[in-house]
Structure formats: C-alpha cells, structure tokens
C-alpha cells in the first residue's frame, strides 16, 4: 500500500474491512449476501415483468411499483456484487474510482428510491381520499414527472457530495469500516478539514428524508378518510395494507436518518451492521412486501409463471 501525504488520491487504494472485520463472520455476511443478492434480482425482475405483461396492472400504482423494483436491482448492484467478488478473490481492495464510483450510484440510486416510495404514497392517498378525480390527477404525464423528479434529485443530490469527497486528501489512511465505501466512513479517513463536506452530507440526508414527510402525510389522509367510513373491513384491509408499507418506509428511513444524523466521532465498525439493513435487506423486501399481499399481483404472477411453464 502506498503512503502518500499529498492530495493525489486518484490512484491510491481503499481498504474495505468489511461488516465485522472479523474472519468467520465475514464468511457469514458473505453466504448471507450470496443469498440476498439474487433473491433481490430475481423477485424485482419477476415483479418487473409481471406489471408489464398484465394490462389490468397499467395504472400509476404499479408503474410506481415497477420503477422502484427498476431502481432496487441497480441499487443492490452497486455494493454487493464488489463484496462477493473481493470475498471469493480473497481481496480487500476497491480503487478510489471505484470507491467514489459506489458512492455516487448509492446516494443517485437511494435517493431516487426515496422519492418514488413518496410517489407510491401519494398515489394511494389521492386513489383513496379523493376517488373521483383520480384519473385526472394521477395522468400519465403526472406519474412520467413524478418518475424523473425522482431521478433527477437523486443525481442532483449524489454529484456534489460525490465531487466534495474526491477532493479529500486522506494522508495513508485507507481502511474503510465498511463493506463498501460510504460517504460517513469515508470523511471520518480524510485527513483534510472537512467541516463544509459534514455540512453538504446533513443537507443531503435532509433532500433524501423528505419524501417521509410526504409519505407521513399521504398515510394520515388515508386513514382519516377510511376511518371516515364506517365499514370494519375497508378499516382492516387499509390497516394492513398501509401497515406493512409503513413498516418498511420507517425501517428504511429510520436507519438511514439514525445513521448520518450524528456525529462523525461516533461511528465504529458496528456501525456497519446498520448499513446492511438499508443496502441490502430493503431493496430485498420491497417486492415481497408491496406485492405479495396484493390480490391483483398475485394473479399476475400466476399468470406469468403459467405462460412460463407452458412455453
Ligand atoms: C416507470 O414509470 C413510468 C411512468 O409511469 C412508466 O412509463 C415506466 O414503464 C415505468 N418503468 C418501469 C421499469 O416499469
């Protein structure tokens, strides 16, 4: 490894340690990831292409539905795929290219996720809340622009905070406690001042925990208007529907907020477990938990695997 104390971090080497750090449990994380990662490819490509062949599941919902399975299968290869491989290869190693490279796509990518989860939100508040003028409001013109904001901030949000990082100087240490390289363990190594990074990374957690504020809202007028009505079992199915879209949108951005929104001082190797949740786990469960309870989805799937077979 080469030391050098000058601000030429272009082709200097990172270390990544890894989850733990620790031999055995990183050949655990890495049978566990050997797992995750092709379920998540495979269940969001099913979902894809389940929307896509049944014409009763063209309407904004389950176009939401198919760009954030588009986005999740991105996202999981920006990080996963590089463990794998340096685990089989018996490598630690990531080039500063390629460490910025994963910087970039997990704050583009994850960010665009964000978005299209409070796109999905909205679109079940107006459907429920405002019935009638549902087709009006949700025009295909207004998903498309939903879908490219989501995109755009997404970039809008990585570029800076990308370009900041690659002009950190990081003075020989190279260790990242991490399994891939994340922007906060990245700006814990610089040996530069990195007080305006710290700055531009809050407000970036703060444009990537916005759309909670649109989801929290979207769910109170879903639950206002079907609590409205008296019928236990339009409150019952609401409940459960929304609830297990609530469970993932709070374990997402609750661990992504509980992790950037503190001090750099306080971060360990740990803290890595932490990351899995949102880098690996979520894109995983999306499908299954905004599909599978889904009358409508099931049968497309049923359908699809039928066509499958019989080809
Ligand atoms: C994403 O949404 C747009 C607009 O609703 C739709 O036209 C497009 O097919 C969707 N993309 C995927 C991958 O399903």
Avoid at 82 to 100: E, Q, R, Y
Avoid at 107 to 117: F, H, K, P, V
Wanted: aromatic residues 12%; contains cysteine; positive net charge.
């Amino acid at each position: 490894m080469s030391m050098k104390e000058d601000n030429q971090s272009s082709n200097m080497d990172f270390i990544l340690l890894g989850v733990s750090g620790h031999q055995e449990q990183e050949d655990f994380f890495f049978i566990l990831f050997l797992l995750i990662y092709p379920i998540t490819l495979i269940g969001n490509l099913v979902i894809i292409l389940a929307i896509h062949s049944d014409i009763r599941l063209h309407n904004p919902m389950y176009f939401f539905l198919a760009n954030l399975s588009f986005v999740d299968i991105f996202f999981s290869s920006v990080t996963l795929p590089k463990m794998l491989a340096n685990h089989i290869l018996g490598t630690k190693v990531i080039s500063f290219g390629g460490c910025l490279t994963q910087m970039y796509f997990m704050i583009a990518l994850g960010n665009t996720d964000s978005y299209i989860l409070a796109a999905m939100a909205y679109d079940r508040a107006v459907a429920i809340s405002r019935p009638l003028h549902y087709t009006t409001i949700m025009n295909p013109w207004c998903c498309a622009l939903l879908v490219v904001r989501s995109w755009v901030v997404g970039n809008a949000n990585a570029l800076p905070q990308t370009l900041l990082t690659a002009k950190l100087s990081f003075c020989g240490h190279q260790e990242v406690a991490n399994f891939y390289c994340d922007m906060a363990f990245l700006l814990k190594l610089s040996c530069t001042d990195i007080y305006f990074n710290l700055k531009m990374m809050y407000v970036g957690v703060g444009v990537f925990s916005m759309p909670l504020l649109c989801i929290i809202i979207s769910y109170v007028r879903v639950f206002s208007t079907v609590l409205r009505v008296p019928s236990t079992k339009g409150v019952l199915k609401a409940f459960s529907t929304c609830g297990s879209h609530l469970t993932v949108v709070s374990l997402y951005y609750g661990t992504v907020m509980g992790m950037y929104f503190r001090p750099l001082t306080s971060y360990s190797l740990k803290d890595a477990l932490i990351t899995v949740m949102y880098m690996a786990v979520t894109p995983m469960l999306n499908p299954f938990i905004y599909s599978l309870r889904n009358r409508d989805m099931k049968a497309a799937l049923g359908k699809l695997f039928h066509r499958g077979i019989s080809s």
